[in-house]
Every structure is written in structure tokens, then in C-alpha cells.
T-cell receptor, first 114, second 116 residues
Framework: AQTVTQSQPEMSVQEAETVTLSCTYD???????LFWYKQPPSRQMILVIR??????QNATENRFSVNFQKAAKSFSLKISDSQLGDAAMYFC???????????FGTGTSLTVIP | ETGVTQTPRHLVMGMTNKKSLKCEQH?????MYWYKQSAKKPLELMFV???????ENNSVPSRFSPECPNSSHLFLHLHTLQPEDSALYLC???????????????FGPGTRLTVL
């Protein structure tokens, strides 16, 4: 089974600064998808950004971008110009192109300091 | 209502009670999922339904019984639970295989379950 590892249980960042959340994964496949989900306190988990493994270009969504290193099996999330509303649990997830299952990491709790 | 909704949001039950969790999706999806979220652990996939047929059951104890009467509704029936079953139970939906590929799952807000 695929495993996803988030080695930072907690992170903090000053408002307006940049923070990077780490994620590594284990797979023997060449085609797959990677996701970062955000779960604010007591609110729904929502998709932040998605990366397709066959695309070399790193995905970007406004202040959120990823550093996808396929050979290293690394998928980090960079949040620029951090805002108070970015405070949440962030989950990294892996998915094969077929099948229904997502594999999630244990999450990183991000605190944004005013 | 939009997206994925779950009721109740909070549930406290004794070990001998029977209760049900409800999930409803308003996104036109045809696959639905139950996850268990416990602190400091990865999300655990419990059940997957595709076109109302259960396609995955990840070794979940029989005290959890899912039901999917149609593609918009999903239930999780609970009976004789244990204190270690206390967790946040999340429902999610998506398009079914083979259309899943990179399509994301949309999550509900969860039901916070406490078993006394």
C-alpha cells in the first residue's frame, strides 16, 4: 500500500511570511496524483492544490504552490504571504489514476501568528 | 444545501446504543466514502460505494454498517460501539472510476462521535 508521510506535526508562520509544508510518499508507480487538502478548525476539508505526476511543471494556485520532486518522491506545499485564514490542518494525499482510494498523511497543523 | 452535508454534527452515545450517521451530496457525484479521522493518524478509509454498490470495505468491524440507498445519500449505522471508536467521521463524494483519475474528493464537515 502507498504511504504518505508528513514529518511536521506542527508549523507556525508569521502573517505575511512564507511557509513550506513537507510531504513524502512511497510508490512504485509512474502515474499518479498528489493533493494538498486544508481542514480549518471545525470546518470542511477542502482541496488546496493538485499535481499530476506526469506534469513536470509545479502546480500553482494563487498564494499556494508546490515543489514536486518526482525522483525524490517529495511534494511540498509553499504558502506565500500567509494570512490568518490559512491556519488549519493540512493533509497531503496520494491517488492512483484508477481505483477510488486516496492515501492521506497524518497532517500538519499550521498556526499563523499575527 | 450545497456540497456535502452530514448530520448530526456531534453525537454522544453509550456502548449499547444504536445510532446512524447521515451524509448527503448535492454535486451529482456517483461515488461516496466514509472515513474515520483520529488525532495524529492518517485518515482511515472505511467504505466506498460506487453507483450504490459497495466496492471497498477496509476491514471495518461489523459494528459499523454502511448503507447507500441512492447515489446522493450514504448512511453509517452504529451499534455496540467501543470507546476507541470515538473520532471524527467524514463523508466524501466524487465521480466514480474510471472517471476518478485525478478528480478530487469533496468532503462533508464530519460528525464528531463520542462513545462513552
Amino acid at each position: 500500500a502507498q504511504t504518505v508521510t508528513q514529518s511536521q506535526p506542527e508549523m507556525s508562520v508569521q502573517e505575511a511570511e512564507t511557509v513550506t509544508l513537507s510531504c513524502t510518499y512511497d510508490t512504485s508507480e509512474s502515474d499518479y496524483y498528489l493533493f494538498w487538502y486544508k481542514q480549518p478548525p471545525s470546518r470542511q476539508m477542502i482541496l488546496v492544490i493538485r499535481q499530476e505526476a506526469y506534469k513536470q511543471q509545479n502546480a500553482t494556485e494563487n498564494r499556494f504552490s508546490v515543489n514536486f520532486q518526482k525522483a525524490a518522491k517529495s511534494f511540498s506545499l509553499k504558502i506565500s504571504d500567509s494570512q490568518l485564514g490559512d491556519a488549519a490542518m493540512y493533509f497531503c494525499a496520494y491517488k492512483r489514476p484508477t481505483g477510488n482510494q486516496f492515501y492521506f498523511g497524518t497532517g500538519t497543523s499550521l498556526t499563523v501568528i499575527p | 444545501e450545497t456540497g456535502v452535508t452530514q448530520t448530526p454534527r456531534h453525537l454522544v452515545m453509550g456502548m449499547t446504543n444504536k445510532k446512524s450517521l447521515k451524509c448527503e451530496q448535492h454535486l451529482g457525484h456517483n461515488a461516496m466514502y466514509w472515513y474515520k479521522q483520529s488525532a495524529k493518524k492518517p485518515l482511515e478509509l472505511m467504505f466506498v460505494y460506487s453507483l450504490e454498490e459497495r466496492v471497498e470495505n477496509n476491514s471495518v468491524p461489523s459494528r459499523f454498517s454502511p448503507e447507500c440507498p441512492n447515489s446522493s445519500h450514504l448512511f453509517l449505522h452504529l451499534h455496540t460501539l467501543q470507546p476507541e471508536d470515538s473520532a471524527l467521521y467524514l463523508c466524501a463524494s466524487s465521480y466514480r472510476q474510471p472517471f476518478t483519475r485525478g478528480n478530487e474528493q469533496f468532503f462533508g464537515p464530519g460528525t464528531r462521535l463520542t462513545v462513552l
